[in-house]
């Protein structure tokens, strides 16, 4: 995975229940893993803008519900600087499925991206309408 330019921003827990912002199905989504998180013993994982994680769909389509799935966090609500000296914060928190190798299972996402996730996942930024 790639690194990215923002300084980490670990916004979101374990057991975060979060927004799905695509038209996969999913409506509300829960954190349950966070991949290639290395931290010291009994620490929680945490995970931020561009990080992947694995969730369990708890609210949606019937035959969702339930499913594991892997997601790609695309907004927080917890604020960060960006290089130039910038502070971005969002709204809402909210995540959107992807596959295996990053593609998005969905072919449209609602709302704003930040351009961090475009580092690591281009193709979720061009199915975004809006790129912050």
Known sequence: ?????IPNNKALTLHSRILCADNSG???VD?????G??????QNPS??????????????????????????IIRTRQEYRRPSGMRVKFEDNAVV??????????????GCV????????PKIVGLAPIVI
């Open 47 to 72: 995970a931020g803008i561009g990080s992947m994680v694995n969730v369990v769909i708890k609210k949606g389509k019937p035959e969702m519900k339930g499913k594991i799935e892997r997601a790609v």
């Open 1 to 5: 995975m790639r690194a990215m330019s």
């Open 37 to 42: 998180y290395k931290s010291r013993k009994k």
């Open 97 to 110: 499925l992807v596959d295996e190798e990053g593609l998005p299972k969905a072919s449209e996402i609602k």
């Open 31 to 35: 954190i349950i893993s966070v991949f």
């Open 26 to 28: 999913a409506k509300e």
């Open 114 to 121: 930040a351009k961090e996730v475009g580092e690591r996942f």
